[in-house]
């Protein structure tokens, strides 16, 4: 079992930054590829991020590469996501996921076994 709780969301003007973190407890996030997923109001979820246990492999959507950075510490039990130039199409509830006892990283939200309540970020224009 993996509590997540995220925090860091908050309202920011576009050109801005935020850090969000996703802080995890239960024995397994040592061995979980962790997800940022987002959805903003009308919209189905989408992925964002994604690193594998270790952290040495990480993948992005394509609209928020060279801008948004995923990364973690396992000491800590905790995942962060470093938005940086954020745009008002950021704008979105954005949910922190694990993925149980797999290690590799997944775009899908289905194969992610918890999920944190979310944290709202909003960007102005």
């Known amino acids: 079992q993996v509590l997540l709780v995220e925090s860091g969301g908050g309202l920011v003007q576009a050109g801005g930054s935020l850090r969000l973190s996703c802080a995890a407890s239960?024995?397994?996030?040592?061995?979980?590829?962790m997800g940022w997923f987002r959805q903003a109001p009308g919209k189905e979820r989408e992925f964002v991020a994604a690193?594998?246990?270790?952290?040495?492999?990480?993948d992005y959507v394509d609209s928020v590469k060279d801008r948004f950075t995923i990364s973690r510490d396992n000491a800590k039990n905790t995942v962060y996501l470093q938005m940086n130039s954020l745009k008002p199409e950021d704008t979105a509830a954005y949910y922190c996921?694990?993925?149980?006892?797999?290690?590799?990283?997944?775009?899908?939200?289905?194969?992610?076994?918890?999920w944190g309540q979310g944290t709202q970020v909003t960007v102005s224009s």
């Open positions: 690193i594998n246990l270790v952290g040495s492999i990480t």
């Open positions: 239960g024995r397994t996030f040592r061995d979980s590829a």
């Open positions: 996921a694990a993925r149980g006892t797999a290690g590799w990283v997944d775009r899908s939200g289905s194969a992610y076994d918890y």
